[in-house]
């Protein structure tokens, strides 16, 4: 068995000749079956518990401006990627329908002439965006199931035993006509459950993924503890009521690492505040009149969600995460790139935020060693 985040470096010339099967339809899934699928393995069966929206999509989007400086050009092609992320978005979020179909369309064309069927496979039940996209660069995910030793499995494990995973699926009893030219958006009848048993040297588990905001890190102000959980979010940046601690973490919606980048702007304007005034502590703090106020676990609110997808792995953990409010200044999430990126260079960044003079925290190393 092999975890993702432990790859061993001698993996391909030891597995070139044995069947492997990869458990997970997430970008890790999507990422390893092509890759495997080269190195001429016995077979290679992807496992998974539900479809996953898999959109093609060509890897060479760079904005060309040949006759522009280096500094203009890269600036321009962030910007470009920062909206156009963006946009699609949009566009998922209000004609899911549409992109539903585009995102089967293309899919089905990479797909023929397999045998595999798309609408069992790749055909999640939720609209796009109420979970991440995972992105097919260049369709090379789409294209790994022409060659005959890469196969899929949708259903669920029911046990493992040495040798094979014992697999339950829905059994296709009506199939779907193949006909885009006339439009026929018909859906495979899926009823009852058909087993499996899937021949295994190698298993890759590419699933079971547990969130954990912070780690294991112990948060104490003045020897109180503090948790993170349903604790309100200040500037996408900081918790409420506990001092000098910025946190990174980026969007669901867009690029990564632009939330933090982000959040490192604003972190630096107010570093920036401080020193000019000889100021020590900032603390985000509600006040009695701010809408929403209260107590953190009394359920007053109105509240949103810290990471507002659907996913399994999202649901698990909820109640440890926190969130923002709906209303109030710095308060409100933060979901719109563009807005955001101006808000950081140029916005308010010290409504909500406590200052005081008083001592700066000192962090003390543990005595064991």
């Known amino acids: 068995m092999i975890h993702p985040q432990f790859w061993p470096s001698d993996f391909s010339s030891e597995n070139r000749d044995r ?8 970008a890790t899934a999507t990422s390893l079956l092509p890759a495997l699928a080269q190195y001429n393995s016995a077979q290679v069966t992807q496992i998974q518990r539900s479809p996953t929206y898999i959109a093609p999509f060509p890897s060479d989007t760079t904005l060309s401006l040949p006759f522009l400086p ?9 910007i470009y990627q920062i909206l156009r992320l963006y946009f699609v978005v949009l566009i998922c979020t209000y004609f899911p329908s549409r992109v539903k179909n585009d995102i089967r369309r293309a899919g089905k064309r990479l797909l023929h002439p397999t045998q595999i069927s798309f609408d069992e496979h790749f055909t999640p039940s939720y609209k796009p965006w ?5 992105v097919d660069w260049d369709g090379k995910f789409y294209g790994a199931f022409r060659k005959d030793n890469v196969d899929i499995a949708t259903g669920h494990i029911n046990h493992v035993s040495e040798g094979a995973i014992h697999f339950k699926r829905k059994q296709n009893q009506k199939q779907q006509q193949d006909d885009d030219d006339n439009n026929n958006d018909g859906r495979d ?8 048993i899937i021949e295994v040297d190698v298993i890759i588990t590419a699933t079971g993924l547990r969130m954990m905001l912070g780690g294991k890190i112990i948060i104490r102000v003045d020897g109180e503890l503090y948790t993170w959980g349903k604790r309100s979010i200040w500037n996408g940046a900081m918790l409420r009521d506990i001092p000098n601690m910025m946190f990174l973490y980026g969007y669901t919606n867009n690029v990564w690492t632009l939330g933090v980048d982000i959040t490192a702007r604003k972190l630096i304007r107010v570093w920036k505040y401080m020193e000019k005034r000889g100021l020590r502590m900032a603390t985000p703090r ?21 990471w507002p997808l659907s996913s399994t792995y999202v649901r698990e953990v909820e109640d440890k995460l926190p969130r923002h409010r709906a209303t109030g200044k710095n308060w409100t999430p933060r979901d719109c790139p563009p807005v955001d990126y101006l808000h950081a260079r140029w916005g308010n960044c ?9 001592k700066t925290p000192v962090l003390r190393p543990s005595s064991r060693m």
């Open 130 to 134: 109420d979970q991440r996209i995972c």
């Open 350 to 358: 010290t409504t909500g935020l406590e200052f005081s003079e008083g």
């Open 70 to 78: 280096s500094p203009i050009v890269n600036y321009c092609r962030r």
């Open 286 to 306: 509600i006040s009695n009149n701010t809408m929403g106020g209260g107590s953190e676990t009394d359920g007053d609110g109105p509240w949103r969600k810290m």
């Open 19 to 26: 069947k492997i099967a990869i458990i997970g339809s997430g």
């Open 189 to 196: 009848s899926l009823e009852g459950e058909q087993e499996r």
